[in-house]
């Protein structure tokens, strides 16, 4: 045998097993799944991410026949039920959608059952909504411009709740107070049926929260919108300012979606959840109800995308917690 055909054949069987791991590789994300998936939702039903959960999964069923156990597991700011994931075998069935309170937890809450960078693998960042500031019909405040005026001239003379603290709406009124030299009183609630309740009837003055969760309010006229946090107005409430608009250029401060999967699920099962889900979220169906009903912004990220975002988040609102030394509720 020759010199070079020695060659090219060591060379064959070294590559050989290369080869036969990467068809192995794809051959386990096309068989997968084989059994029922278990999505855990970390919040409890009435909130947002429940309903998204569902209506992904049940979009993923009727299209591909896959079969989805949805399971409650709500508590502390939704790292309760992020545990269970996370602490799951990585095997392709254990997943969790969560909100963006999962970018604060691991600085706010104290201590953590797990690690928010280490044990998660990153599937998908669904989507992106702007938070809107809003005051009560009979407050007399047109735009956020005129809020900030009277907190200078009286400080803490206004409220505002959030759906509490280490919320992401209370650490956005962090960063905006520093960089607008104001200070406004903070009322932090157990949740966003509270606080819209008592931002419905004027029991606050003013409610900071989702598009979603206020819009239906905004529509009847029992709120009115002053601000949104988003770099560009909501396409759901085209006649509403930027921050940047107000005077805080290039802030921008949004809610999201996402779902991961405990830290070594494989990576050929991951690109296949992210590439389906991908596929639910681009028809228009899905993007309308999303958008109508929740507001949200379709992002539908690689998982690479998300784990770049989930620690920039991580890095941004754990510093606003410490340097203004904000407990959990």
């Not at 008592?198 to 929260?209: E, K, L, M, N, Y």
Request: hydrophobic share 40%; net charge positive; glycine share 10%.
């Amino acid at each position: 045998m020759s010199h070079p055909s020695r060659r090219r054949l060591i060379g064959g069987l070294i590559a050989a097993p290369a080869v036969w791991g990467v068809g192995s590789a794809h051959a386990q994300g096309a068989d997968w799944p084989k059994q029922p998936i278990r999505i855990v939702v970390p919040f409890p039903p009435g909130g947002s991410v429940d309903p998204i959960a569902r209506l992904l999964t049940a979009r993923l069923t009727e299209t591909l026949g896959w079969n989805f156990v949805v399971e409650s597991r709500p508590g502390a700011s939704g790292s309760v039920g992020t545990a269970v994931t996370a602490k799951a075998p990585p095997d392709g069935y254990n997943f969790v959608f969560v909100f963006d309170t999962h970018a604060v937890n691991p600085t706010l809450i104290k201590p953590m059952t797990f690690d928010t960078r280490k044990d998660l693998e990153p599937v998908m960042v669904i989507g992106t909504s702007s938070m809107v500031f809003s005051c009560h019909e009979s407050r007399p405040w047109k735009n956020f411009g005129e809020v900030v005026a009277a907190l200078k001239g009286k400080p803490e003379s206004i409220n505002f709740g959030s759906i509490g603290n280490g919320s992401l709406a209370h650490l956005t009124m962090m960063l905006l107070q520093a960089q607008g030299g104001f200070k406004i009183l903070h009322v932090p609630y157990k949740g966003g049926a509270p606080m819209l309740q008592d931002a419905v009837s004027g029991q606050i003055d003013t409610g900071f929260s989702t598009v979603a969760h206020q819009m239906p309010q905004i529509r009847t006229g029992k709120l009115r919108p002053l601000v949104v946090t988003g770099d560009k107005r909501a396409a759901q409430m085209p006649d509403v300012p930027s921050l940047a608009e107000a005077g805080f250029p290039g802030f921008s401060a949004k809610a999201w979606w996402g779902v991961l999967g405990p830290a070594g699920t494989p990576k050929p099962i991951v690109e296949r959840f992210n590439a389906e889900l991908r596929k639910v979220l681009a028809e228009p169906a899905i993007r309308t109800r999303l958008a109508d009903q929740l507001g949200i912004e379709i992002w539908a990220s690689s998982p690479e995308e998300m784990r770049t975002f989930v620690e920039s988040e991580i890095d941004r609102w754990g510093k606003v917690v410490k340097d203004n030394d904000i407990k959990a509720d």
